[in-house]
Nanobody, 130 residues
Framework: QVQLVESGGGVVQPGGSLRLSCTAS????????IGWIRQAPGKEREAVAC????????YLADSVLGRFTTARDRAARTVYLQMNNLNPEDSAVYYC???????????????????????WGRGSLVTVSS
């Protein structure tokens, strides 16, 4: 069965940190650029971080630059989203996604990230609240 699975979400206080993990079954993450896309209630989808597969280049949205990073661990077959200095505006469901055009879409996109990507996870809820 082909699927992406996110883990690591939860509730954290403002200023805290969380690390999300994305694993895959049925295909290799090494074959695809991977993106982290979030959606908060009543808001549009936003691609916050993408990592290429060929050269591991990262894209980070302005809203998370300096606070979030993404990385691949090939041995663990996992892609991570490290989120530091979280604030309530970061509260959302975070999805990992895979698509061969994803890194290009992340870099070139402006506005809502409403693309039909090849693979999506089910999402992991992050809540930042005191």
């Amino acid at each position: 069965q082909v699927q992406l699975v996110e883990s690591g979400g939860g509730v954290v206080q403002p200023g805290g940190s969380l690390r999300l993990s994305c694993t895959a079954s049925g295909f290799s993450l090494d074959d695809y650029p991977i993106g982290w896309i979030r959606q908060a209630p009543g808001k549009e989808r936003e691609a916050v971080a993408c990592i290429n597969n060929s050269d591991r280049k990262q894209y980070l949205a302005d809203s998370v630059l300096g606070r979030f990073t993404t990385a691949r661990d090939r041995a663990a077959r996992t892609v991570y989203l490290q989120m530091n200095n979280l604030n309530p505006e970061d509260s959302a469901v975070y999805y990992c996604a895979a698509d061969r055009q994803l890194f290009s879409l992340c870099v070139s996109s402006s506005g809502p990230f409403n693309y039909g990507l090849e693979y999506w996870g089910r999402g992991s809820l992050v809540t930042v609240s005191s």
